[in-house]
């Protein structure tokens, strides 16, 4: 198996294209998103019915949010520079028959922009910013006229994010950060300068309240919360009486909503053990219809029609790259809209996830997705790699992965655990890696593997393990901690050294950091004894590391010493550093670098001759 064959198997999978984040037009006849098909995220049009699209932006980087104005005068966009996350604000109007004008609202590389609402006339919007300070991040207001300069609303030292603004333009709802599992929502008055925010959301113990948006009438806002709960449920608070009540309490996460413009229909979606349930709740009787023709999969974000007849979101499953849907509700109709194109590749070939559980050491059983090639035959021969996502509080859903899929083609199995610490399964779930408890998630690795040899299936003497961002931390824990289990690791943009990372990440994520990982005044000691850098000479596993130059989250550093350490001591390691991409490798071209080599190193390690 040679790298030029790797590399022409691997172009395929990489060029299977997505489409995401759908916003409706003025007139509800096209709908906007964003398509990787060039190879970086860029804003297309598309007729609601489907049909032809066209191509809205043409930048060298890659464009991460749009956001449409209520009065259809055009819509927000924002992109960052070489993946380093400084997100920039633009103006988008005009179509594609008509002509684009695209205006920079913000042109500062070093600062970073959070979009947070537009005004109810559609002449301004409102975002929070770390301009002040690079370790805070205040409210602004901005008129979306050329030259136009951003008004300081409302500062403090922290974390601030506006959420939405009243019907009335008076009010701005704003999230406080204390935490990343722990928020409040306070009331800004645009009529009284300098005043006080008003909490809306007083609380003792740890809760969240997350996508905050006013209802019509301005009288209530609704969010999600686990306030008193194991997850996040559906909820609203009346302004006068700051009284909050759930509208619904699945015992699975509400991870995403979306209130119609007449308020009178809630979408929303439960993460239901890694996959999407969409839900139409009514407003006024509270019915609720449950879109069953929905294949398993995931739906990340949606977007109501200005009449409230039709919700567009966008979908992914494990056999299906991300494309546009919209249903259309009192028909109860459901259809494909995009078709992003699939690299060449028969779908039918496409290997289905299989959600399974295994017990860890103290008996916990840790949910895992479990890819096996059509193939494989429980003779103990078929090399496993195991992946595991970053976070750490994040979770490996039920969607398109076209990694997973290269290597189940190429005879890997993928087991994709949700170790403990991973969203998804409730807030105590959650905190079961916190700070001291850090390494009893690595140890949910090790029972892993114990899983993988009971089932028959795998051959213990080549199994890799592999992840990126604070999944490269566990990748070189798992190496370092259990080094007779591996094979091979991969790490991506990882975390080598924890009191490295606090140090020298951005400024503004340090806090936020401190309260998973552990705080720098009072924890030092434990972070370097758990640090995998202080351990390195554990590990006996080949290793290839990978990282962007340009990294505000975990500091090419990071990635440096590790590879250092091992060089040192003449072990086998590989290093590809990208000059252009930051927390991630995102654009095609390096993609088309960095996934064949990591397939060339697994081909050698794990297909080695006997």
């Known amino acids: 198996?040679?790298?030029?064959?790797?590399?022409?198997?691997?172009?395929?999978?990489?060029?299977?294209?997505?489409?995401?984040?759908?916003?409706?037009?003025?007139?509800?006849?096209?709908?906007?998103?964003?398509?990787?098909?060039?190879?970086?995220?860029?804003?297309?049009?598309?007729?609601?019915?489907?049909?032809?699209?066209?191509?809205?932006?043409?930048?060298?980087?890659?464009?991460?949010?749009?956001?449409?104005?209520?009065?259809?005068?055009?819509?927000?966009?924002?992109?960052?520079?070489?993946?380093?996350?400084?997100?920039?604000?633009?103006?988008?109007?005009?179509?594609?028959?008509?002509?684009?004008?695209?205006?920079?609202?913000?042109?500062?590389?070093?600062?970073?922009?959070?979009?947070?609402?537009?005004?109810?006339?559609?002449?301004?919007?409102?975002?929070?910013?770390?301009?002040?300070?690079?370790a805070h991040f205040d409210v602004y207001i901005q008129r979306t006229e050329a030259n136009s300069?951003?008004?300081?609303?409302?500062?403090?030292?922290?974390?601030?994010?506006?959420?939405?603004?009243?019907?009335?333009?008076?009010?701005?709802?704003?999230?406080?950060?204390?935490?990343?599992?722990?928020?409040?929502?306070?009331?800004?008055?645009?009529?009284?300068?300098?005043?006080?925010?008003?909490?809306?959301t007083a609380h003792e113990n740890s809760a969240s309240f997350q996508g905050a948006t006013f209802a019509p009438d301005g009288k209530r806002i609704y969010f999600t919360s686990d306030l008193n709960r194991d997850f996040f449920g559906l909820a609203y608070l009346e302004l006068d009486s700051l009284e909050i009540k759930f509208l619904a309490t699945p015992e699975w996460d509400i991870e995403s909503f979306e209130l119609s413009p007449d308020g009178a229909q809630l979408a929303y979606a439960i993460n239901e053990n890694g996959y999407s349930r969409l839900t139409i709740h009514e407003i006024a009787n509270g019915n609720e219809k449950i879109v069953e023709d929905l294949p398993r999969g995931v739906i990340i974000q949606m977007n109501w029609s200005k009449q409230g007849d039709k919700l567009a979101f966008d979908f992914h499953s494990p056999v299906r790259s991300m494309d546009i849907w919209v249903y259309e509700v009192a028909a109860g109709k459901l259809r494909q809209v995009t078709r992003s194109p699939r690299g060449g590749l028969n779908p039918q070939?496409?290997?289905?996830?299989?959600?399974?559980?295994?017990?860890?050491?103290?008996?916990?059983?840790?949910?895992?997705?479990?890819?096996?090639?059509?193939?494989?035959?429980?003779?103990?021969?078929?090399?496993?790699?195991?992946?595991?996502?970053?976070g750490p509080e994040g979770q490996t859903l039920f969607g398109w992965n076209s990694i997973f899929q290269y290597l189940v083609a190429r005879g890997y199995a993928v087991l994709a655990p949700n170790v403990r610490g991973s969203s998804g399964y409730g807030k105590h779930y959650q905190s079961l890696d916190d700070i001291h408890k850090r390494m009893d998630s690595v140890a949910d690795l090790k029972s892993a593997v114990e899983w993988l040899k009971a089932g028959g299936y795998a051959d213990a003497s080549k199994i890799a393990v592999w992840g990126g961002s604070y999944g490269g931390f566990m990748v070189l824990s798992a190496i370092t901690t259990y080094p007779e289990l591996w094979a091979a690791g991969v790490d991506i943009v990882g975390i080598a050294n924890l009191v490295t990372l606090l140090e020298n990440t951005s400024s503004y994520r340090r806090h936020l950091r401190e309260s998973e990982y552990g705080y720098l005044d009072r924890d030092r000691e434990f972070l370097a004894e758990i640090s995998p850098i202080y351990k390195a000479d554990r590990i006996t596993a080949p290793l290839i590391v990978l990282h962007g130059v340009q990294d505000p989250r975990v500091p090419i550093g990071e990635a440096k010493q590790i590879v250092a350490s091992l060089t040192a001591r003449q072990h086998p390691v590989e290093s590809l550093y990208f000059e252009d991409e930051g927390h991630g490798i995102t654009k095609l071209k390096n993609r088309l670098v960095a996934y064949p080599a990591i397939a060339n190193f697994l081909d050698k390690h794990l297909f080695k001759a006997e």
């Open 1 to 134: 198996m040679t790298a030029n064959s790797s590399k022409a198997d691997f172009a395929s999978y990489l060029n299977v294209k997505n489409a995401q984040m759908p916003v409706f037009s003025a007139d509800g006849s096209r709908l906007l998103y964003l398509s990787d098909i060039t190879g970086t995220w860029q804003v297309w049009s598309v007729a609601v019915e489907g049909g032809w699209p066209d191509q809205l932006t043409f930048f060298d980087e890659r464009v991460n949010l749009i956001k449409a104005a209520p009065n259809g005068s055009g819509f927000i966009i924002t992109r960052d520079q070489g993946g380093n996350e400084q997100d920039q604000l633009y103006f988008l109007k005009g179509n594609a028959a008509e002509g684009i004008e695209i205006t920079a609202l913000s042109d500062e590389p070093r600062i970073k922009h959070n979009f947070g609402a537009w005004e109810p006339d559609g002449g301004a919007i409102t975002f929070s910013s770390n301009r002040r300070d690079p």
């Open 149 to 200: 300069q951003p008004e300081l609303i409302y500062q403090l030292d922290g974390t601030l994010y506006p959420r939405d603004w009243s019907p009335d333009g008076r009010y701005l709802i704003v999230t406080q950060a204390f935490t990343n599992i722990n928020t409040d929502l306070y009331l800004v008055d645009l009529e009284k300068p300098g005043s006080a925010a008003k909490l809306l």
């Open 349 to 390: 070939k496409f290997v289905e996830a299989e959600l399974i559980h295994y017990p860890t050491f103290d008996g916990l059983q840790i949910p895992a997705l479990w890819f096996l090639p059509k193939a494989a035959k429980p003779d103990g021969k078929t090399p496993v790699v195991v992946y595991v996502h970053g």
